[in-house]
């Protein structure tokens, strides 16, 4: 069955940086679209980044854009989010998530990884 | 961008009975409609998509209605592990920008 597992969680000091990593199995991974989607503490969902299946595209929300960057290695089936300049307002639970739609993106995430808290405090 | 709200907030049923619950879009969104269950401390877990399609493994119980810009999301014969927060969301948009509704949390 899919999985997918988020690591490099963890606190930040604010104006840090910080890389996240997804280690996806179980499905074709080169043939799928993955997101990034994060969740503040005591909030709701908020989509952040997507990537194409081979890394061609890649798609951010503006509360990100010009401070994370999202890629994969497809050697690894791995998937990852460089998060710079990092403010108390990045505090989240990170998820990846599997697109559902082959070798496009739709935005629907049918399978989730269980999460990684990230914490910007000094 | 397409505003998502849902209500009511937070949503109180006896077991066994039927919850309603509705989500709205600021914009006409089709059938381009999701909605996932979050129990505390998991990931969430789509229930529903294209509206009224139900995700791989979920049960009949839980239905999804609507098109256009009012959608309902109703769970029959409510069981304790119901108790959830549910979120819809509208997918497939170009350029991707993916927005969730507030949420309801459902208490049985």
């Known amino acids: 069955q899919v999985q997918l597992v988020e690591s490099g969680g963890g606190v930040v000091q604010p104006g840090r940086s910080l890389r996240l990593s997804c280690a996806a199995s179980?499905?074709?991974?080169?043939?799928?679209?993955i997101h990034w989607v994060r969740q503040a503490p005591g909030k709701g969902l908020e989509w952040v980044a997507a990537?194409?299946?081979?890394?061609?595209?890649?798609y951010y929300a503006d509360s990100v854009k010009g401070r994370f960057t999202v890629s994969r290695d497809n050697l690894k089936n791995t998937l990852y989010l460089q998060m710079n300049s990092l403010s108390a307002e990045d505090t989240a639970v990170y998820y990846c998530?599997?697109?559902?739609?082959?070798?496009?993106?739709?935005?629907?995430?049918?399978?989730w990884g269980q999460g990684i808290l990230v914490s910007v405090s000094a | 961008e397409i505003v998502m709200a849902q209500s009511p907030a937070t949503l109180s049923v006896s077991p066994g009975e039927r919850a309603t619950l509705s989500c709205w879009a600021s914009?006409?969104?089709?059938?381009?409609l999701a909605w996932y269950q979050q129990k505390p401390g998991q990931a969430p877990r789509l229930l529903i998509y294209?509206?009224?399609t139900r995700a791989t493994g979920i049960p009949a119980r839980f239905s999804g209605s609507g098109s256009g810009t009012d959608f309902t999301l109703t769970i029959s014969s409510l069981q304790s592990e119901d108790s959830a927060f549910y979120y819809c969301?509208?997918?497939?948009?170009?350029?991707?920008?993916?927005?969730f509704g507030q949420g309801t949390k459902l208490e049985i």
């Open positions: 998530a599997k697109d559902q739609m082959f070798k496009s993106i739709s935005g629907l995430f049918d399978s």
């Open positions: 179980g499905f074709t991974f080169t043939t799928y679209g």
């Open positions: 990537v194409l299946y081979d890394g061609s595209r890649k």
């Open positions: 914009q006409s969104v089709s059938s381009n």
């Open positions: 294209g509206a009224s």
């Open positions: 969301h509208h997918y497939n948009n170009w350029p991707p920008e993916y927005t």
